[in-house]
C-alpha cells in the first residue's frame, strides 16, 4: 500500500521546480535544494568542481557576507550542511518553521549572485580545506582510497563514474577563479534546480513564498547533459592489489549494476543485502559466523541515474586467514546465488529490511525532503516517495536471480585487495 | 513578481516546545517503562537500558562487560545465533548493544506493525542469552582484530591517550571500555556467564518506547515479552567519582605515514550533576562548538589549517572533560595548536553579549530538530537514565540555558577550561611534529608508539 506524504508542485516562471509537503504536526521546515550538477557532469581537467561549490556556496554572495550564512541559520535554530555526489550537489536546512523566509532567501542569494563573492582569497582557502577535507576522508585511514582504486577499473577513462566526487587536487591547483566562475554560470540556476519545502507551513504559503524569494533569478542557458554512461555489465576481472601498512587485509570487490529507477536494479540490489546485509546475510552466517574466516563483512548497491550505477561486497579477513580463502568463498557464494538464486524467506527479509530503512529515511522532515527533490530531479517524480516500498515488494525470486546472473558474476567484477606489507613499512 | 531583498527578512518566534512526554508503568517483575507516543513515526525504538557500571569489571577481565553485551543475541535458549538474527531480520527489524562506563542499552528498531514479535525477541536475548563457548571465542576474536583496527585509526588513537593520561590509572576511565588484548584473551563463556548473571537483571532495568503508539498496547506487549525476567542480581554498584590528573603536559602518539596530525586537547569538565552544565554548553557553543565558533574561524576558515574542529564537554554519569578534537596538515601542526590554546586561553577574559545570545538561541531552537525522529528520544532518553538524570532533563537544561547569562557562561568555562592545566594529545608523524611541539615549551613531553 502506498504511503500517503502529501505531495504539491509548481514549475515558477524561470524553471524552478517547487514540491511541497505539508505537515503542521511538527514546528519545523526543512528547505532542501537539489542542483542537477555532480561529479559526473565535470570534464576532464575539471574534477572536484562540483565538490569545491559545497564550499564556496558557503563564503557569501552579493547580499551575505563571509560566515553569516551558518551564523544567521544557527541563530535561527537551523540544522545545515550540504552534499556532493556523483549525480547532483545537495544544500539543505531544517529550522523552527517562523526561520522559513530567512532560509529561502539565502538559498535564492546564492544561486542568483553567489559569484559577487568569489574571488582568489576564498578560492585559496577553501581549497586548502578541501584539500585537508580529503587528507582527512581519504589519505589518513586505512583503505581510505579504495573507492577512487574501483571506480578507476570499474569504468573506462573518461567515463562520468570513472573519477571521485572529492576530485583530483591537481585539477583544484590548477583552477583559476575565472574557471571556477565558468562552472557556476554553467550549472547553477533555478531552471537547473528543485527546491523541496517540509513541514509546518501551508502549501499556498509555501509556493509563494518560493515565487518571493526566487521568482526574479534569471534562467540560465540548458545546461549540457552528462555524457552518457551507458555500460553494461563487466566482461571480465580487473584487480589492485595493495600492499600497505594495513590492520588486516581486506578485500572489495565492485560490479555494474542497472541504472537507477528500474525493477532491476532494485532486483540487483536485494541480491547483495541478500548476500550481505545484516546479521542474516549470507556471507555474514558463512564467513564470519560459521567458518569464521572473516572477521566482517558489508556490501550493498548504490543507485545511480546516468546510464549505470554499482554495488560492492567487502570482507575483512580474520587474523592469520589468508585473504584468498575470504575471496574464494565470496566468488563462491556469488556463484551460487547466480545459480540457485534465493528463497522467498530471504527475498521477503531484505524487503522488510529495506521498508523499515525507508521509513526511517522518511520520518524527519529533512529526510523527506531530501527524497522528495532526489526523485523529483532525478525522475521528475516527486511522488515516488509514497510508492517506493510497493515497488520493493513488487521484485520476485525469479528477478532476483535474473539480475544477479547478468550482473554479479565472479567473471565481471573488479577489486582491490589490501594485505600487510611483510616487513610492516609504510609505503 | 518578486524582487530582491538585500537585507535578511526577520525571523517568527518560534512555536513554545517541550521535550515529549512519557506514560510511564511497570512490568510485573518491576521494572519501568516509558512510552513516548510520537504519531507519525512508524519506525519505532525500544530499548532497554540496565545501569552496569565497569567498575564491576574485574581489573583482569576489562572487556568482559563488552563480550557479554555483544553475545546475548548469539544464541539464545531457544535459537541459534543464526536463528535468532534470521527471525529478527524477517520482522524488518535492526538490533543493536551499546556499552557505556554506567550502562548498558540493548535496542530494536522496528516497524510498529511488527512490535510484539520483535519485543519478544528482544527480551529473548535480554533474560536467556545461551553464551556457548563458540560464539563466546568468536566474539572474543573478532575484538582483537577490532582492536587492531582501532590502533590504526588515529581518532581513536587520540580518544585512548587522552583518557590515559587526563585520568589517573586507579579511574576505570583511564582505559578502554572494551578491553585490551590481555584483559580480553582470557575470556570464555564461564566468565561471561558469571558477568551476566552478577550484573543483569530487572532491578537495574529501564524500558523505553518511542514511536506511533496509535492503537498499540505497548506497555501490555512490553510486559508479556519481559514477565518471566528473574535475577539474583540486586540493584548496580555507584560509579565511583573519577580522579583526574592535573598539570600541562603534551602526549604524542607517533602514528608512521600520517599526512594530518590528530589533536586532542582538554581537561576536566562538569558532569550534568553541576548547575553550571548548561552554562558550559552555551559557553562551549561560543569557543569551538560549530562551523562559525571562534576556534574554527581562525583554524578553518581564516587558516585552512583543518577540515574543521569541534570543542565540547562531555560527561557520562560522574566528572566530565572538556575537550577540542580535529586534525590537522602535518606541517602546521605547531602553528594550529598555537593558535587553538591562544584562542581557548583567550576566551578566559570573557564571551560577549552577542556570542552568548546567539548561541542560546541557536541551543534552544534546534531542540525540536534534535528530537523530530523516535530514535532520537530513545537515544536521549537512555542516557538520560544512564547518566542518572530524569527522563525530561531535555526540559531543565533547556530552561538553564535560557537564563544562562554571559557572565555566567564565562565562569562556567574559566571554572575548568586551563585551571589545571592542559593535556594536550597529539597523533601523527612524529618525526615532523616532535620539533614543532619542542618550540611551543607546552611542558614535559611523552612519546609513545
Redesign the interface.
Known amino acids: 500500500m502506498p504511503l500517503t506524504y502529501p505531495i504539491a508542485e509548481q514549475t515558477l516562471d524561470n524553471g524552478l521546480r517547487v514540491v511541497v509537503s505539508s ?1 503542521r ?4 521546515v526543512a528547505v532542501n535544494l537539489w542542483y542537477d550538477v555532480g561529479s559526473r557532469h565535470e570534464p576532464p581537467g575539471l574534477t572536484g568542481f562540483a565538490h569545491l561549490f559545497e564550499h564556496l556556496m558557503f563564503q557569501g554572495s ?3 557576507a ?2 553569516q550564512h ?3 541559520l ?6 545545515l550542511n550540504a552534499s556532493t555526489f556523483f549525480d547532483r550537489t545537495n544544500y539543505f536546512e ?6 522559513l ?2 532560509a529561502l ?2 538559498e535564492a542569494d546564492r544561486m ?1 549572485y553567489l559569484l559577487d563573492a568569489v574571488n582568489q582569497e576564498n578560492l ?6 578541501v ?3 580529503k ?3 581519504y ?4 583503505y581510505g582510497d579504495s573507492y577512487e582504486r574501483l571506480v578507476r577499473l570499474a569504468f573506462p577513462e573518461g567515463h562520468p563514474y570513472a573519477h571521485m566526487t572529492i576530485g583530483s587536487m591537481a585539477d583544484l591547483d590548477a583552477a583559476s577563479v575565472e574557471d571556477v566562475h565558468a562552472f557556476f554560470r554553467k550549472y547553477y540556476g533555478p531552471n537547473n534546480a528543485v527546491l523541496t519545502i517540509v513541514g ?1 507551513v501551508s502549501t499556498d504559503d509555501a509556493f509563494d513564498a518560493a ?6 533569478l534569471p534562467a540560465i542557458p540548458t545546461p549540457p547533459p552528462a555524457p552518457d554512461g551507458t555500460i553494461g555489465p563487466m566482461t571480465g576481472v580487473e584487480r589492485d592489489d595493495v600492499e600497505s ?4 587485509d581486506l578485500i572489495t570487490m565492485m560490479f555494474r549494476l542497472p541504472v537507477d529507477g528500474t525493477p532491476e536494479l532494485d532486483a540487483a540490489g536485494l541480491a547483495l543485502d541478500i548476500l550481505a546485509a ?3 546475510g549470507r556471507l ?2 558463512r564467513l ?2 560459521d567458518e ?1 574466516i572473516a ?2 563483512v558489508s556490501g550493498g548497491a548504490l543507485p545511480l541515474i546516468g546510464g549505470v550505477s554499482f554495488g560492492t561486497l567487502t570482507g ?1 579477513a ?2 592469520g586467514i589468508d585473504l584468498q580463502k575470504v575471496e574464494d568463498a565470496l566468488l563462491e557464494e556469488i556463484e551460487k546465488l547466480a545459480a540457485d538464486g534465493v528463497t522467498s ?1 530471504e527475498l ?2 531484505v524487503q ?2 529495506a ?2 530503512d525507508w ?2 529515511q522518511l ?4 529526510g523527506r525532503a531530501d527524497e522528495i527533490s532526489h526523485y523529483a530531479l532525478l525522475f521528475g517524480d516527486a511522488n515516488r516517495i509514497n510508492t517506493r516500498i510497493d515497488q520493493v515488494q513488487a521484485v520476485t525470486v525469479e528477478q532476483v536471480q535474473a539480475a544477479a546472473q547478468k550482473w554479479i558474476r565472479a567473471e565481471g567484477r573488479v577489486q582491490v585487495t589490501y594485505r600487510r606489507s611483510e616487513s610492516g613499512d ?2 | ?15 513554545p ?1 517541550k521535550f515529549p512526554e512519557a506514560v510511564t508503568t511497570r512490568t510485573s517483575v518491576g521494572a519501568p517503562v516509558h512510552v513516548f507516543d510520537r ?5 519505532a525504538t525500544v530499548r532497554v537500558t540496565i545501569a552496569m557500571p565497569l567498575i564491576a569489571e574485574p581489573r583482569e577481565l576489562e572487556g568482559v562487560a563488552t563480550i557479554m553485551s555483544r553475545t546475548l ?1 548469539e544464541g539464545t535458549e531457544l535459537h541459534s ?2 536463528e535468532f ?2 527471525a ?8 543493536g548493544v551499546d556499552v557505556s562506563s554506567d550502562a548498558l542499552h540493548v535496542e530494536i ?3 510498529v506493525s ?1 512490535l510484539a514479535p520483535a519485543v519478544e525477541l528482544l527480551a529473548e536475548a535480554i533474560t536467556r542469552p545461551a553464551f556457548n563457548q563458540a560464539d563466546v571465542g ?1 566474539h572474543v ?2 575484538r ?3 582492536i ?2 582501532e ?4 581518532g581513536y588513537r587520540a580518544r585512548e591517550a587522552f583518557a590515559a593520561h587526563l585520568f589517573d590509572a586507579s579511574t576505570r576511565r583511564s582505559r578502554p571500555t572494551a578491553g585490551r588484548p590481555d584483559t580480553i584473551r582470557p575470556l570464555t563463556n564461564v566468565e561471561v556467564a558469571d558477568f551476566y548473571r552478577n550484573n543483569i537483571g530487572p532491578e537495574r532495568a529501564e524500558i523505553l518506547f518511542a514511536g506511533d503508539a496509535t492503537g498499540v498496547d505497548v506497555a501490555g506487549i512490553i510486559d508479556a515479552a519481559f514477565s518471566n525476567w528473574t535475577s539474583s542480581a540486586g540493584t548496580a554498584l555507584e560509579t565511583p567519582e573519577p580522579i583526574y590528573l592535573p598539570g600541562n603536559r603534551v602526549v604524542l602518539v607517533d602514528r ?5 596530525s590528530q589533536l586532542l586537547i582538554g581537561c576536566a569538565g562538569p558532569d550534568r550533576r553541576d548547575p553550571a552544565w548548561g552554562a558550559a554548553a552555551v559557553a562551549n557553543h561560543v569557543v569551538g562548538g ?3 565558533s571562534r576556534v574554527d ?1 581562525v583554524l ?3 587558516k ?4 574543521g574542529t569541534r570543542t565540547s564537554f562531555a560527561a557520562p554519569r560522574k566528572g566530565g572533560t572538556f575537550s577540542l578534537g580535529g ?3 602535518t606541517e602546521v601542526t605547531g602553528a594550529a595548536i598555537g593558535d587553538a590554546l591562544r584562542i581557548l586561553r583567550e576566551a578566559r577574559d570573557g564571551l560577549t553579549e552577542q556570542e552568548v545570545q ?1 548561541a542560546k ?2 541551543l ?6 534534535r528530537y ?4 532520537s528520544v530513545a537515544q536521549q532518553v537512555g542516557s538520560n537514565i544512564a547518566n542518572g538524570v530524569p527522563v525530561d532533563f531535555a526540559d531543565t537544561y533547556l530552561t538553564k540555558i535560557a537564563a544562562t547569562t554571559a557572565a555566567e557562561a564565562t565562569d562556567a568555562y574559566r571554572r575548568y577550561v586551563d585551571t589545571d592545566g592542559l593535556l594536550v594529545v597529539v597523533v601523527g608523524e612524529a618525526k615532523d611534529v616532535r620539533p614543532q611541539l619542542e618550540s611551543l615549551d607546552l611542558g614535559d613531553l611523552i612519546e609513545l608508539s
Open positions: 505537515d504536526a511538527v514546528p519545523i552579493r547580499n551575505v563571509s560566515g551558518f551564523s544567521l544557527e541563530t535561527a535554530g537551523a540544522s531544517s529550522l523552527p518553521s517562523g526561520g523566509d530567512l532567501w539565502l542568483g585559496d582557502n577553501q581549497r586548502d580545506v584539500k585537508e577535507e587528507r582527512q576522508s589519505d589518513n585511514r586505512p509546518d515565487k518571493r524569494y526566487f521568482g526574479h601498512d594495513v590492520p588486516s545484516g546479521q542474516s555474514n552466517r564470519v559466523r569464521q572477521q566482517s575483512i580474520s587474523d524467506e521477503a527479509t522488510a529490511q521498508e523499515r521509513l526511517e520520518a524527519t522532515c529533512a609504510q609505503e | 513578481m518578486s524582487q530582491v531583498l538585500t537585507t535578511p527578512p526577520a525571523v517568527g518566534a518560534p512555536r516546545w504519531p507519525g513515526q512508524y519506525v543475541d545465533a543464526n538474527a534470521a529478527l531480520e524477517r520482522h524488518g527489524a535492526a538490533y528498531s522496528v516497524p511488527h568468536r576474536t573478532i582483537l582484530g577490532e587492531n583496527q590502533r590504526a585509526n588515529a608512521p605515514g600520517s599526512v594530518q560549530t562551523i562559525t574561524t578553518r576558515e581564516e585552512g589549517y583543518t577540515y586534525a590537522v596538515r546567539e538561541d541557536s534552544i531552537r534546534t531542540a525540536p530538530l523530530e525522529q523516535a530514535d
